[in-house]
């Protein structure tokens, strides 16, 4: 006990001293043992929200309401601010199956193929199976390309950092913003314990359907954005599946590591950076460290 409390302090202070807050929960998906820091704090989630999305979807394709190959033509995106992926940054209309729109939500984050995933199953009608399945700590309120309306769209990318001190300067104790996205109450959110109970009823799924869990599972596997949490998670003897998650100060990361002995660990990580800056790979770095420390401390239970 006396290791443990001393590895979470040293986490807590790890993060304070890099302008970090966070919430964090690793919990082993077989014995239900965790542990966490500040896990039920609720953070905007950007796009962690398409994991629900994609568990919403795949249910309803799984009832007969919505068919997997069905053509969906998607506007193009137009994006051309640095960071969109697929068809987000688009200059043409395509044609994309809803199986398919899946995967390029999940894989490349793409926010477009979202959004037409979205014009099928509202935010309202996502946060309603969410409570259906028995999952009621995720909020889904808005759709992504709500995410593209914010300070950091009215500077250049060389005045990034201002967009960055102002999300930061004028957040509220009570986690209240004036930026819609960053506000808890109106922006789609969760804490780690939402997202690992989530992740626990993927991979151990008693009320979420089990084609469709596995789905997911696939989906998330299938993630290419892996600079944050995977290089801290993945080896030859180790399989990380995940979604990621960014928006101005925000950077989160959710998902399971299986380890070649059988043991499986659901991980959230979800951070608040104070430090005014657009890139941050020694933050990427931190908050990865910090969520291996802890699943190497449940993994000494």
């Not at 991980?267 to 430090?275: K, M």
């Amino acid at each position: 006990m006396a290791g443990t409390t001393r590895v979470l302090r040293d986490a807590r202070e790890a993060l304070h001293d890099a302008g970090l807050r966070g919430s964090f929960l690793v919990r082993d998906l077989d014995t239900g043992d965790e542990l966490g820091i500040d896990a039920e704090v609720e953070y905007p989630v950007a796009s962690l929200v398409k994991v629900p999305l994609a568990v919403a979807t795949l249910e309803r394709v799984a009832r007969g309401e919505l068919d997997a190959a069905t053509p969906v033509v998607v506007r193009p995106g137009r994006s051309t601010v640095p960071g969109p992926t697929g068809l987000t940054r688009f200059r043409h209309g395509a044609t994309i199956a809803v199986e398919d729109l899946l995967y390029l939500s999940m894989a490349i984050s793409d926010s477009t193929a979202a959004d037409a995933l979205f014009a099928l199953t509202p935010p309202t009608a996502v946060t309603a199976e969410l409570r259906r399945l028995g999952h009621d700590g995720i909020a889904v309120r808005h759709l992504m390309e709500d995410l593209i309306d914010t300070p950091a769209e009215r500077f250049t990318p060389a005045e990034g950092h201002l967009a960055h001190s102002l999300a930061i300067a004028a957040a509220t104790a009570g986690r209240g913003h004036p930026v819609t996205q960053l506000d808890i109450s109106r922006a789609n959110a969760g804490s780690a314990r939402a997202f690992v109970d989530l992740l626990q009823g993927l991979w151990r799924p008693t009320t979420i359907q089990s084609p469709v869990a596995a789905r997911v599972r696939e989906l998330m596997g299938d993630n290419l954005l892996r600079q944050r949490l995977a290089p801290d998670f993945s080896s030859d003897a180790s399989r990380w599946s995940s979604k990621t998650g960014t928006l101005l100060n925000l950077r989160h990361e959710v998902g399971v590591v299986e380890h070649a002995d059988g043991q499986a660990f659901a991980v959230a990580a979800l951070t608040e950076s104070r430090v005014p800056a657009v890139v941050q790979p020694g933050a990427e770095a931190l908050m990865a460290h910090v969520a291996r420390t802890l699943r190497d401390q449940l993994r000494m239970y």
